[in-house]
């Protein structure tokens, strides 16, 4: 699809850059050029969907993404035009990705996504064990099932003659580039996702990695210089490589979200409040998480695992009218179910891993739209949960800037989080703004002299004082209903 802010290859600026995105529904790939703009024609795409089972099996295999990958690059490559005018290659994964490796980098597991929830026995271990409070503090994440400790935990009795064996735990992304350049490059903020890396020193946390039964040499040291290395792909002879970073972090940047000023509320498959800070958040919130993302700054704020995913389900189980935009422009009542959207746990600001939906207030004249805006209304006060959290620790927030699959396919649905945030939100309209974004933080490196295109904004959702009281009722009876039926659950 081409967009208003595309660029055709003849009037793109040099120097280049193909920027990759994995996402958790497809991956993605294109060519931007020196402003940030996307390239004409030269973008691709590869659906892919994770595994998932009801033990909370979420995973995806490492070979057929990095096939897509390969699709990616054959497809966006091939135009002979292109000559060697891209200069660097770089990548985002979703966050939080591990794989077992053999010493010659084969993977002895799938991929475990951020969304699987088996290892949570193993958190709460870890939490008799350990002082989580310290932990967060030093790694700026809590103990979760999202994270490598309670994982490698969990797997050493799950998976003892794989964890025996293996040499390497690699992201998804390291896992790419050492089968397409030889070398598992992992960026700061890959790193520290994976809840093991010192926010204030970029080291490995030596407590958590002993609980863990795992040693730091199995782990990359987090980088984000670029490499030169060959590759098979003649209109990249002359690119360098970017080590893999997270999506959340390329997210804040595609959206604008470039200092402590503006809060992004990322609302695609899963979704997070964030913003962007210069050093570590002193003190940290409980429920937040602050990961280093660079040499100098961190990123503050809250995942939601499911947001286009409770979106999706609903769409997909329910028999809705065409026009859900109606559905979500309609004033609130009384009579929408209460929804607490947990499809696969929760994160921030909860963290209960086994966490699972609940819906409330249903009766026989509850009809499926009703249902979906509950859903909605839902997933808008789990992300009001999180900014509850945050704003103390980020007083200079002044815009909530919203992008995403879901914002752009139901805008309307920002009119409900603004409401229900008491905060304006400006739809940022830019498609594959995570995918800009990455581009855009290795513009950083190989043209950091060139202006860049401004991001592409539509309406700005201000709240609605005469629905306040029904919202703030409705997030009462939210926590209610939480501490009732979920809080029970951790």
Request: hydrophobic residues 45%; contains cysteine; negative net charge.
């Amino acid at each position: 699809m081409t967009g208003i802010d595309d660029v055709a290859l003849d009037a793109a600026l040099d120097p280049l850059v193909l920027a990759l995105d994995i996402g958790s529904t497809a991956t993605r790939g294109g060519v931007h050029d020196a402003s940030g703009r996307r390239v004409q024609g030269l973008q691709h795409k590869a659906p892919h969907a994770f595994t998932v089972a009801p033990d909370g099996t979420s995973v995806i295999d490492p070979d057929q993404v990095t096939a897509e990958i390969e699709q990616v690059l054959d497809a966006v490559t091939g135009d002979p035009r292109l000559g060697t005018r891209i200069a660097g290659v770089a990548m985002d994964t979703f966050a939080a990705s591990l794989i077992a490796v053999d010493a010659a980098g084969r993977a002895l597991t799938p991929c475990l996504t951020y969304a699987d929830s088996r290892s949570a026995g193993a958190v709460t271990a870890l939490r008799d064990e350990l002082d989580e409070h310290a932990v967060q503090q030093r790694t700026g994440t809590r103990l979760h099932t999202s994270y490598h400790g309670p994982r490698l935990r969990w797997l050493a009795i799950a998976e003892p003659r794989v964890v025996a064996a293996a040499a390497a735990w690699w992201s998804l992304g390291e896992y790419i580039l050492a089968r397409l350049i030889g070398l598992p490059l992992a960026g700061t903020s890959t790193v520290a996702w994976t809840g093991l890396l010192d926010r204030r020193t970029g080291e490995y946390d030596a407590e958590l990695l002993t609980a863990a039964g795992a040693d730091p040499s199995q782990f990359s040291l987090p980088s984000d210089t670029p490499r030169d290395a060959p590759s098979r792909w003649p209109a990249l002879a002359r690119a360098a490589w970017f080590p893999v970073i997270t999506d959340g972090f390329a997210s804040n940047i595609g959206a604008g979200a470039l200092d402590a000023t503006v809060l992004t509320a990322a609302t695609a498959t899963s979704g997070a409040l964030r913003v962007l800070l210069d050093g570590p958040a002193d003190p940290l919130p409980f429920g937040l998480w602050n990961y280093k993302v660079d040499a100098t700054r961190t990123l503050l704020g809250g995942a939601i695992n499911d947001v286009g995913r409770a979106v999706s389900w609903a769409q997909n189980t329910l028999r809705l009218s065409p026009e859900l935009g109606a559905v979500l422009a309609a004033p609130p009542s009384a009579g929408t179910p209460l929804v607490l959207p947990y499809l696969t746990g929760e994160r921030a600001p909860g963290w209960v891993g086994g966490a699972r939906a609940a819906l409330t207030g249903v009766s026989a004249a509850t009809d499926a739209d009703a249902l979906f805006r509950g859903v909605i209304e839902g997933v808008a006060m789990t992300y009001a949960r999180v900014a509850d959290e945050l704003r103390p620790a980020a007083p200079q927030v002044v815009e909530v800037a919203a992008a995403g699959r879901v914002s752009n396919d139901q805008p309307e649905w920002l009119q409900v989080l603004a409401d229900v945030l008491g905060q304006p939100v400006t739809h940022v309209t830019r498609r594959r703004a995570t995918q800009r974004g990455t581009a855009l933080l290795a513009l950083d490196a190989l043209a950091p002299g060139v202006p860049r295109a401004p991001r592409a904004t539509g309406a700005t959702y201000e709240p609605r004082p005469a629905y306040a009281d029904h919202y703030a009722d409705r997030r009462a009876r939210f926590t209610q209903t939480y501490d009732a039926q979920i809080r029970g659950a951790g």
